[in-house]
């Protein structure tokens, strides 16, 4: 099931030393006009590259701001009415919930849960972004009825320590480490971009030693990326992080940069995201070319639009965006916070329960 909405997902652009920041999807909403646009014909060669570079960390800076909002849904008028427009576009998946569960009727549910401000809320330290044992224990009911996978931008071993099912897939390092319940020893094992390993172990150490200056500044290895947090550098820091982070990529042409919730992240340059790790699933599950299968994904990243926009591709499935302010997305529906998120996999369940057709043997367990 798809809904009929028409949301574009732009690129993001160019930064002035070259540096491509893709898949954010922030170009539109959150660049700074051009100042180029506004010069008279006689500013002079060097003002215009100065004010190109302004522009350029500007469009970086607004970015990072922009990354992971702390507006509320209860704010000034404006936005509440922005959110309410919003709203109309991606309802509320518990609202929804009875069209959600219509549109599975006949379908194998299978279903891809983010983990980091889907299942955990987001909190300052990476490394104590816990998930509820009250969330875990839904996660666990959810997976006894269908196929379920843990989808997250975090090094696969990471993950699994935090979430802790062994009955699940886990697909590590935004789908570039895949693996079956490790309960099974025929699981499915995928990955990519085994060949980057030595280059992402360097650039973690020239990471590490680059941006020690920086207060609060946190390299995180996650295995076949990398992740850079900005969450706990000071604002007025964040141009000069960009600017290193920038300045190490360059040497590294075979890696892209995107940004998250106040984290870079430098990736393989390889066709390969979460969209790809959920159709790589779908298939092991025997699901390739399926028509009564109904994916859904629940996350909150930038990175979970790669997944959205499969769905839409397929023309099947739910995709579910987990915020509490207005955000491009290709996703249909939407929940507030990981509270929402429980809320709904719970009803997922008891549903499932009195109507148990959507139960579901997958060809690889
Ligand atoms: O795909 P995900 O599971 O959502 O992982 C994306 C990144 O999540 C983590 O960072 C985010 O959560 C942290 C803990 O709440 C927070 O401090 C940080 O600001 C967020 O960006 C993780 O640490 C990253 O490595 C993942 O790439």
């Given at each position: 099931?798809?809904?009929?909405?028409?949301?574009?997902?732009?690129?993001?652009?160019?930064g002035?030393?070259?540096?491509?920041?893709?898949?954010?999807?922030?170009?539109?909403i959150?660049?700074?006009r051009?100042?180029?646009?506004?010069?008279?014909?006689?500013?002079?060669?060097?003002?215009?590259?100065?004010?190109?570079?302004?522009?350029?960390?500007?469009?970086?800076?607004?970015?990072?701001?922009?990354?992971?909002?702390?507006?509320?849904r209860?704010?000034?008028a404006?936005?509440?009415?922005e959110?309410?427009?919003?709203?109309?576009?991606?309802?509320?998946?518990?609202?929804?919930?009875?069209?959600?569960?219509?549109?599975?009727?006949?379908?194998?549910?299978?279903m891809?849960?983010?983990y980091?401000?889907?299942?955990?809320?987001?909190?300052?330290?990476?490394?104590?972004?816990?998930?509820?044992?009250?969330?875990?224990?839904?996660?666990?009911?959810?997976?006894?009825?269908?196929?379920?996978?843990?989808?997250?931008?975090?090094?696969?071993?990471?993950?699994?320590?935090?979430?802790?099912?062994?009955?699940?897939?886990y697909?590590?390092?935004?789908?570039?480490?895949?693996?079956?319940?490790?309960s099974?020893?025929?699981?499915?094992?995928?990955?990519?971009?085994?060949?980057?390993?030595?280059?992402?172990?360097?650039?973690?150490?020239?990471?590490?030693?680059?941006?020690?200056?920086?207060?609060?500044?946190?390299?995180?290895?996650?295995?076949?990326?990398?992740?850079?947090?900005?969450?706990?550098?000071?604002?007025?820091?964040?141009?000069?992080?960009?600017?290193?982070?920038?300045?190490?990529?360059?040497?590294?042409?075979?890696?892209?940069?995107?940004?998250?919730?106040?984290?870079?992240?430098?990736?393989?340059?390889?066709?390969?995201?979460?969209?790809?790790?959920?159709?790589?699933?779908?298939?092991?599950?025997?699901?390739?070319?399926?028509?009564?299968?109904?994916?859904v994904?629940?996350?909150?990243?930038?990175?979970?639009?790669?997944?959205?926009?499969?769905?839409?591709?397929?023309?099947?499935?739910?995709?579910?965006?987990?915020?509490?302010?207005?955000?491009?997305?290709?996703?249909?529906?939407?929940?507030?916070?990981?509270?929402?998120?429980?809320?709904?996999l719970?009803?997922?369940?008891?549903?499932?329960?009195?109507?148990?057709?959507?139960?579901?043997?997958?060809?690889?367990?």
């Open positions: 099931m798809t809904t009929s909405q028409d949301v574009v997902v732009p690129e993001m652009g160019i002035a030393t070259g540096a491509v920041m893709q898949g954010s999807g922030a170009a539109g959150f660049a700074c051009s100042a180029a646009g506004a010069m008279s014909m006689r500013q002079t060669y060097l003002d215009l590259a100065a004010a190109a570079a302004r522009s350029a960390s500007c469009t970086w800076v607004e970015a990072m701001r922009a990354s992971s909002p702390t507006r509320s209860a704010g000034a404006a936005d509440v009415d959110f309410s427009t919003w709203m109309r576009k991606h309802p509320s998946a518990l609202g929804k919930f009875e069209q959600i569960a219509a549109a599975s009727k006949g379908k194998k549910i299978v891809f849960l983010d980091d401000g889907t299942l955990s809320p987001i909190v300052a330290d990476p490394d104590a972004a816990y998930m509820s044992d009250a969330m875990r224990a839904a996660v666990r009911d959810v997976a006894k009825h269908f196929p379920t996978a843990i989808v997250s931008g975090r090094c696969r071993d990471k993950v699994y320590k935090f979430v802790g099912l062994s009955e699940l897939y697909a590590g390092s935004h789908g570039m480490d895949i693996k079956g319940p490790s099974n020893p025929e699981s499915v094992l995928c990955q990519p971009a085994r060949e980057f390993l030595p280059v992402i172990d360097e650039v973690y150490k020239v990471l590490v030693e680059k941006t020690k200056s920086t207060p609060g500044a946190n390299v995180e290895n996650n295995k076949f990326c990398l992740s850079v947090h900005f969450r706990c550098v000071d604002e007025k820091r964040w141009n000069f992080l960009a600017e290193q982070v920038k300045t190490v990529i360059k040497d590294y042409p075979m890696l892209k940069l995107t940004q998250g919730r106040k984290v870079f992240e430098l990736r393989p340059s390889i066709m390969w995201d979460k969209g790809k790790a959920l159709e790589f699933l779908l298939e092991s599950l025997g699901f390739a070319d399926s028509s009564d299968v109904l994916p994904y629940i996350g909150d990243d930038r990175t979970d639009e790669d997944a959205f926009k499969v769905l839409r591709q397929r023309g099947q499935g739910v995709g579910i965006l987990v915020t509490k302010c207005p955000k491009e997305t290709s996703a249909s529906y939407s929940l507030q916070d990981p509270g929402e998120v429980m809320e709904f719970l009803r997922l369940v008891d549903w499932n329960r009195a109507s148990p057709s959507s139960m579901v043997r997958p060809r690889v367990v």
